[in-house]
Nanobody
Framework: QVQLVESGGGSVQAGGSLRLSCEAS???????MGWFRQAPGKEREAVAAIYLSRSYYADSVKGRFTISQDNTKNTLYLQMNSLKPEDTAMYYCAADLIILRACSFPPQSPAFGNWGQGTQVTVSS
């Protein structure tokens, strides 16, 4: 399977910013790519996804987070601004195994065949 490695997580105070990166071993162009997060005791939820030039954002992060990708570097990004304590979670990068299969909006976990190990984001008040 395609290997995904997340980085960029850390601890930040409310109102701060972080930029998450996801480096893939395979080409990311033309694939549905997404960011998910899971907090302790809660179900994993979709945060953002991107396919070609189209993107999706959960209502809770809309206007604060931006998903982007650099296909020449096989890297997916999530810029997170105005962070809130409720954003605290483990963030996972995910990729569809099949190229040119569009994302479903909102994206669903079973549609993604590859997952990274996650990077922790902690936002303090």
């Amino acid at each position: 399977q395609v290997q995904l490695v997340e980085s960029g997580g850390g601890s930040v105070q409310a109102g701060g910013s972080l930029r998450l990166s996801c480096e893939a071993s395979g080409y990311t162009g033309g694939r549905c790519m997404g960011w998910f997060r899971q907090a302790p005791g809660k179900e994993r939820e979709a945060v953002a996804a991107i396919y070609l030039s189209r993107s999706y954002y959960a209502d809770s992060v809309k206007g604060r987070f931006t998903i982007s990708q650099d296909n020449t570097k096989n890297t997916l990004y999530l810029q997170m601004n105005s962070l809130k304590p409720e954003d605290t979670a483990m963030y996972y990068c995910a990729a569809d195994l099949i190229i040119l299969r569009a994302c479903s909006f909102p994206p669903q976990s079973p549609a993604f065949g590859n997952w990274g190990q996650g990077t922790q984001v902690t936002v303090s008040s």
